[in-house]
């Protein structure tokens, strides 16, 4: 449970746009200081000056958190800047869409290395300085409802999340064995209207698309970014969305969704893997 913002110092990944940006002004508007950290230094920027302008104290800082070393200068400047952590926000994420016949190597690598070493490693580098502190600390890992259930596309997408979720529920694990004054929740929304569609700008330049690779400039994949952004549009606003997570911490809660809509297929998912027959299709169930 972590219901101490006033000063606390917070940092933010993927705080350029979206969910990250959301969550770096709620915790601004509760009182904290946040450190916004993003793969897009002037965006990232442009959020810490928003946070400045409401009083807080803010500094952006431009990082690729999919790689340790980058994680590590994350730190060593938040802890110049502020001179310890009290809440780690892991919100770095990607998505590809392909099927598993068609997926670019590079795409899978960057979508791991993006939504589950992001993480890994972030928590890898703070968890030291929030023991060390001996004050009551907070990690939040960005999972999405596609950590918990899984849909006919997106494999890479769903697979990454998964494998997010049982990092978070592993470390989850390993601190209350260890009786840690560390709280570790994962938030796992369905669809928020963000700029996920357009993923691909934000890839690092040891992924970047060239021109002479002909998958990314065919019909087929402008389709599937079209999908995605009809899929997103249609989803929940993300003031809205965000806002069920600070409810939630307040309630200790470690599973934060952004809707109930996904309860009933969670339930059912649980019975037939209990049952061993085959894996719940999320459609069946609408």
Same mark, same amino acid.
């Given at each position: 449970?972590?219901?101490?913002?006033?000063?606390?110092?917070?940092?933010?990944?993927?705080?350029? =746009?979206?969910?990250?940006?959301?969550?770096?002004?709620?915790?601004?508007?509760?009182? #904290?200081?946040?450190?916004?950290? &993003?793969?897009h230094?002037?965006?990232a920027?442009?959020?810490?000056a928003?946070?400045? @302008? !409401?009083?807080?104290?803010?500094?952006?800082?431009?990082?690729?958190?999919?790689?340790?070393?980058?994680c590590?200068a994350?730190?060593?400047?938040?802890?110049?800047?502020?001179?310890?952590v009290?809440?780690?926000?892991?919100?770095?994420?990607?998505?590809?869409?392909s099927d598993?016949?068609? !997926?670019?190597? /590079?795409?899978?690598?960057?979508?791991?290395? $993006?939504?589950?070493?992001?993480?890994?490693?972030? !928590?890898?580098t703070?968890?030291?300085? +929030?023991?060390?502190?001996?004050?009551?600390?907070?990690?939040l890992?960005?999972?999405?409802i596609?950590g918990?259930?899984? +849909?006919?596309?997106?494999?890479?997408?769903?697979? #990454?999340?998964?494998?997010?979720? @049982?990092l978070?529920?592993?470390?989850?694990?390993?601190?209350?064995?260890?009786?840690?004054?560390?709280?570790?929740?994962?938030?796992?929304?369905?669809?928020?209207?963000?700029?996920?569609?357009?993923?691909?700008?934000?890839?690092?330049?040891?992924?970047?698309?060239?021109?002479?690779?002909?998958?990314?400039?065919?019909?087929?994949?402008?389709g599937?970014?079209?999908f =995605?952004? +009809?899929?997103?549009?249609?989803?929940a606003?993300v003031? $809205?969305?965000?806002?069920?997570?600070?409810?939630?911490?307040?309630k200790?809660?470690?599973?934060?969704?952004?809707?109930? /809509?996904?309860?009933?297929?969670l339930?059912?998912?649980?019975?037939?893997e209990?049952?061993?027959?085959?894996?719940? &299709?999320?459609?069946? +169930?609408?």
């Amino acid at each position: 449970m972590f219901t101490n913002y006033q000063n606390a110092k917070v940092v933010v990944t993927g705080a350029g =746009n979206g969910i990250g940006r959301e969550l770096a002004l709620g915790f601004a508007r509760r009182g #904290s200081d946040v450190a916004v950290i &993003d793969i897009h230094g002037d965006e990232a920027e442009a959020v810490a000056a928003e946070l400045r @302008a !409401m009083g807080r104290q803010a500094f952006a800082m431009e990082a690729d958190v999919s790689l340790l070393t980058e994680c590590r200068a994350v730190f060593d400047r938040v802890m110049t800047e502020f001179g310890r952590v009290d809440v780690l926000v892991n919100d770095a994420g990607v998505s590809a869409l392909s099927d598993v016949e068609h !997926m670019p190597e /590079k795409d899978l690598k960057w979508v791991f290395e $993006t939504n589950v070493y992001s993480h890994w490693f972030m !928590m890898q580098t703070f968890l030291p300085q +929030m023991r060390a502190q001996g004050t009551h600390c907070q990690i939040l890992n960005v999972c999405s409802i596609a950590g918990l259930i899984s +849909m006919n596309g997106a494999p890479a997408y769903f697979s #990454s999340k998964h494998a997010a979720v @049982a990092l978070s529920e592993c470390l989850y694990k390993q601190l209350r064995a260890e009786q840690a004054d560390i709280d570790v929740s994962i938030f796992c929304p369905g669809y928020v209207r963000t700029e996920m569609h357009l993923t691909d700008r934000h890839r690092p330049d040891r992924f970047a698309i060239r021109d002479d690779e002909p998958y990314y400039h065919t019909e087929e994949y402008a389709g599937l970014v079209a999908f =995605n952004k +009809m899929l997103l549009d249609n989803g929940a606003p993300v003031d $809205t969305a965000v806002e069920t997570i600070f409810t939630a911490l307040e309630k200790d809660q470690f599973y934060i969704l952004d809707s109930p /809509k996904y309860e009933r297929l969670l339930c059912e998912q649980g019975v037939f893997e209990a049952e061993k027959t085959r894996p719940i &299709d999320f459609y069946t +169930m609408n």
